[in-house]
């Protein structure tokens, strides 16, 4: 809840409402026809959120402009499909995870990265701990390993050794990709 919600702020994504083909919503006898397709996880993470600020005696003004505000996609869906048009969206949010989230050896390229930008920036080299601090403050991993002063120093040795030589970073990537396209392949229905 506090990954997504820690602040007033909108959802990722869009909430889907399934608007019945045969039903109105302007009319007020098709009120309660509405319902929503996208996974519920997400909207009960925001009720929770706002009842952690109201059990916190927070103001919930911002939380107001939230609520009024969530952009909402309509969909016309015959009742007997919701279930379906549901479960589709669910797992768009699963492809999109996989798609986009950073591998290990995406990681370290980036801690690497962010380490070799400070020291321009300060003209000094950078420590694990300050790598670990700069990195943490900027991202919140929602999910694999995290950022700890362990994971900066495997990752400062794994690209020292392996990933720093053109030749062995050539193999490694090569070594990835066909991975995935093996995770692709085996694992989809594509």
């Not at 996208?38 to 402009?65: F, G, M, N, Q, Y």
């Not at 370290?108 to 601090?133: D, N, P, W, Y």
């Amino acid at each position: 809840m506090d990954f997504l919600f820690s602040t007033p702020k909108h959802a990722p994504g869009l909430f889907t409402v399934a608007v019945n083909q045969s039903s109105n919503p302007l009319e007020p006898l098709a009120w309660g026809g509405l319902r929503a397709l996208c996974p519920e996880e997400t909207r009960h993470a925001l009720v929770l959120a706002i009842k952690r600020d109201i059990d916190r005696k927070l103001s919930v003004d911002e939380w107001k402009v939230v609520m009024l505000s969530t952009p909402v996609q309509f969909q016309q869906v015959e009742e007997s499909d919701e279930v379906w048009v549901a479960t589709c969206l669910r797992e768009t949010v699963g492809a999109q995870f996989e798609t986009v989230y950073y591998s290990n050896v995406q990681r370290i390229f980036q801690v690497m990265a962010l380490k070799t930008i400070q020291e321009k920036l300060t003209g000094k080299r950078a420590t694990l701990a300050e790598v670990v601090r700069l990195y943490n403050s900027k991202v919140v991993v929602s999910s694999g390993e995290a950022v700890t002063l362990s994971f900066i120093d495997s990752s400062t040795c794994a690209w020292e050794y392996i990933l720093k030589p053109v030749q062995m970073r050539k193999i490694v990537v090569a070594v990835a990709f066909r991975i995935n396209l093996l995770k692709l392949l085996f694992y989809s229905d594509v």
